[in-house]
């Protein structure tokens, strides 16, 4: 399996304010994710990250409160943007380096508080 | 949106004891994926198994795949105190290559010893 560096591992920002997390894994891969998990839940999807164009975002999500980028096979950044309290979650990097029946790999997660 | 249901959502076993994991999903899939997540930090990747197998071993860790009532178990035989986690079941989508995986919403195990 590959391993995903993802940072910051955690950070406590202003509301208004925004926060980029990065997520670099160590091997070309095929397919990047972001995800949410929030307090005491579950892990939902927020976007696939798509090399050299617009990640393609899950019911609920939207570009302009996070703007996704992914340059290269190895790299992305996901941006919440204009933070309120209620984005205050884990951010989780996701990575799939074949096609189906392969294991996804995980960050390290980014534990975002908003005050 | 997530795929299904896990029960039960909170489980506390004494050291020794096995522990039983159920997760339901709605859709087709190629493979069901079980994971660990200690202390809300990253995921820990623990078996897969595809749709075509049934039953699926690794160390302590014994998982089914039940498709036709698009179900699947986890059993933690001999369970340890470093095993509390909580543990999801994530699934991805018949057909579609390289697809995200959908999480269900966890067992969150307690190992008291």
Not at chain 1, 78 to 102: F, H, K, Q
Not at chain 2, 84 to 98: E, I, K, P, V
Request: with cysteine.
């Amino acid at each position: 399996s590959a391993v995903i560096s993802q940072k910051p591992s955690r950070d406590i920002c202003q509301r208004g304010t925004s926060l980029t997390i990065q997520c670099q894994v160590d091997s070309q891969v095929t397919m990047m994710f972001w995800y949410r998990q929030q307090p005491g839940q579950s892990l939902t999807l927020i976007a696939t990250a798509n090399q050299g164009s617009e990640a393609t975002y899950e019911s609920g999500f939207v570009i302009d409160k996070f703007p996704i980028s992914r340059p290269n096979l190895t790299f992305s950044t996901l941006t919440v943007s204009n933070m309120s309290p209620e984005d205050s979650s884990i951010y989780l990097c996701s990575a799939l380096r074949g096609g189906s029946n392969t294991e996804a790999f995980f960050g390290q997660g980014t534990r975002l508080t908003v005050v | 949106s997530q795929q299904g249901e896990e029960d039960p959502q909170a489980l506390s076993i004494q050291e020794g004891e096995n522990a039983t994991m159920n997760c339901s999903y709605k859709t087709s899939i190629n493979n069901l994926q079980w994971y660990r997540q200690n202390s809300g930090r990253g995921l820990v990747h623990l078996i897969l198994i595809r749709s075509n197998e049934r039953e699926k071993h690794s160390g302590r860790l014994r998982v089914t795949l039940d498709t036709s009532k698009k179900s699947s178990s986890l059993l933690i035989t001999a369970s340890r105190a470093a095993d509390t986690a909580s543990y999801f079941c994530a699934t991805d989508l018949a057909n579609q290559a390289g697809t995200a995986l959908i999480f269900g919403k966890g067992t969150t195990l307690s190992v008291s010893s």
